[in-house]
């Protein structure tokens, strides 16, 4: 069954201009200048010429490719939006159901997209690592095996704005407003994320990540929402140094609530959407 | 075992304060062409709909008879409803495709349905560049997949010349020839008294009429029509109004036409006229039309 529902999406996205279109922005925009970086530009020179095999080597390579690559998500996203809408002006949501499908199908054929591009992106992160690390003389199998956390929570973090995006696609039929809600609704967490950790936090404390805000640090406030707790599985390395020169110990629990904040959320979005499909008049 | 190959029992359908079918009861015998009437908003595609699992009943309840399993009874059954579904930048071939890996039928019946419905020159075309008509084949080639045998058609001839109409018609009639199972929603009256044995009326959500085709445009009448004329028309007209055998009279080109109580004969009437003052030129029975007939059920019980 899961051939068949990956076939039918698959038969529609090879078509797809958007996804064309976004696929080639995707690697072009981003992925070319993080390899040219990693290669040639200064954080390459230092991360990858320096102590090349070392544990921190790898260490250092997954951290920053992790934390650049998780931004690439959102282009995903408008693929995922793109097509979801499609699926409602084209009517092939009503017309599926029509022909048979059953709406749990209908939710599987969307989990497998988005499981399929998720995996994709992480597939396409490890690549463009092992061709940088590789032009340094990196082993390729120490990359994917120090590599294996990193993209995890590259394909978590993934799903679960991929996830959000399919959430936006499936209450708005229109495909600019629900881009320009997914889009509204990540300034407004960022915005709202921002001023609660600035206020709660003791004059100072933003400087030095001090304060403590139901047992977080109120710098990681954003982990108790979606989009923070989906991009905080891959924190950024400014943010672990800043850690570690203010004194506070990184330690496995943090990774842990990480981890627990981001599952629960994919788990809600996961069955809102089933929600949505299920009970939807098409 | 029924030989029904549906039964519907107290479907109802609210949105919200609008109740937009009401209390359905009927059933679909096996071989039978299906006609579902009803004017824009009587029901037609929303009672479709719930049998088609588009939308959820808010009462009642449906079965599909031929197979236990409902959950994949659809894939089971070919089905247009309303207008062809079809993503445009993809070619009728793999829209087709799509459809069939639903239904789970083999990709080699696609050619098949297509030359059926004369697309198979076309079949790399994408869906897109299509006219309306083609669109309209394509949904009934759609509808062919997997040789179903059930077929249920939402105005299967919209946008359709008069050639594609006929043809239409003769596919109609040929699967049921075969043995299929047709139900037909549809506004063109002509079309269902052409083609359909059974039939049901739906007004504003309520079923108005249901049972054979033959039986509602003949025995089951409750009234007679006479085509009507004299030398002065207005004072003809005038007297037939004050006849208490009169339901209804109505200008048909240039002739009255006149619908009376049932057991009223034509001599009764040219006897009340003539005791008027009246003497006829034309006095003459005739059958109204399925599409009359509609007109007349659906106006005087509105």
Redesign the interface.
């Known amino acids: 069954m899961i051939q068949?529902l990956f076939?039918?999406d698959f038969?529609?996205y090879r078509?797809?201009?958007a996804f064309l279109g976004i696929s080639i922005l995707y690697i072009v925009i981003i992925a070319f200048p993080i390899l040219s970086t990693l290669t040639t530009g200064q954080i390459g020179k230092e991360m990858l010429d320096s102590s090349v095999n070392s544990p921190e080597f790898y260490n250092n390579i997954w951290q920053t490719i992790g934390y650049l690559f998780k931004f690439m998500s959102f282009m995903l996203a408008l693929i995922v939006i793109t097509h979801q809408t499609?699926d409602y002006q084209?009517?092939?949501f009503?017309?599926?159901?029509?022909?048979?499908?059953?709406?749990w199908e209908y939710y599987l054929s969307k989990l497998i997209v988005l499981v399929t591009i998720s995996a994709g992106a992480a597939l396409f992160s490890y690549l463009i690592v092992s061709l940088a690390a590789g032009f340094h003389g990196a082993s390729v199998f120490k990359m994917f095996a120090s590599g294996i956390p990193f993209l995890l929570g590259y394909f978590v973090s993934t799903l679960g704005l991929l996830s959000m995006a399919l959430f936006a696609g499936l209450i708005i039929k229109n495909t600019g407003l629900a881009i320009a809600l997914y889009l509204a609704y990540m300034l407004v967490e960022l915005v709202l994320t921002l001023t609660l950790s600035a206020n709660l936090m003791p004059v100072g404390g933003f400087a030095t990540n001090q304060g403590k805000v139901l047992g977080l640090n109120a710098f990681d406030i954003d982990l108790l929402f979606p989009k923070g707790a989906f991009l905080g599985l891959l924190p950024s390395p400014y943010w672990l140094q800043r850690a570690i020169n203010g004194g506070n110990d990184i330690s496995k629990n943090d990774y842990v609530f990480r981890w627990i904040m981001a599952l629960i959320y994919l788990g809600v979005f996961q069955l809102v959407n089933l929600r949505i499909i299920t009970r939807k008049?098409? | 075992m029924s030989n029904n190959i549906l039964e519907v029992s107290g479907l109802t359908k609210q949105f919200g304060s609008l109740t937009a079918v009401n209390q359905l009861d009927f059933e679909i015998p096996q071989g039978a062409i299906f006609g579902l009437l009803g004017p824009n908003g009587s029901g037609k595609s929303t009672t479709l709909g719930m049998l088609?699992?588009?939308?959820?009943p808010s009462s009642g309840s449906y079965n599909w008879t031929f197979q236990e399993n409902q959950?994949?009874?659809?894939?089971?059954?070919g089905?247009l409803?309303e207008?062809p579904?079809?993503?445009?930048?993809?070619s009728a071939y793999?829209n087709l495709?799509?459809?069939a890996?639903?239904?789970?039928v083999d990709k080699s019946d696609i050619y098949r349905v297509l030359k059926i419905v004369g697309l198979d020159q076309r079949a790399k075309s994408k869906f897109g560049t299509y006219s309306t008509g083609m669109k309209m084949r394509l949904g009934i080639a759609?509808v062919l997949l997997g040789d179903p045998k059930i077929l249920i058609l939402d105005e299967p001839t919209n946008g359709l010349d008069p050639i594609g109409i006929a043809e239409v018609r003769e596919l109609i009639l040929f699967l049921q020839s075969q043995g299929k199972t047709i139900l037909l929603a549809s506004h063109l009256l002509d079309e269902v008294e052409k083609v359909c044995s059974h039939m049901m009326i739906l007004e504003r959500g309520v079923k108005k009429y249901f049972g054979s085709v033959q039986n509602f445009v003949s025995g089951g009448r409750t009234s007679m029509f006479y085509h009507i004329q004299a030398d002065d028309m207005i004072q003809l007209a005038n007297t037939l109004t004050n006849l208490d055998f009169v339901i209804s009279i109505h200008d048909d080109e240039g002739k009255n036409v006149i619908e009376t109580q049932k057991d009223i004969s034509a001599s009764e009437v040219n006897r009340a006229l003539a005791e008027q003052g009246i003497y006829l030129n034309h006095l003459s029975e005739y059958t109204p039309s399925l599409e009359q007939q509609f007109i007349n059920l659906t106006k005087n019980k509105a």
Request: with cysteine.
């Open positions: 068949k076939l039918i038969l529609k078509r797809s201009r499609a084209n009517n092939s009503r017309q599926h159901i029509i022909d048979g499908m059953t709406r008049e098409i | 088609l699992g588009v939308f959820s959950t994949h009874v659809r894939r089971q059954i089905t409803l207008q579904n079809f993503i445009k930048n993809l793999d495709l799509i459809c890996t639903i239904k789970g759609n």
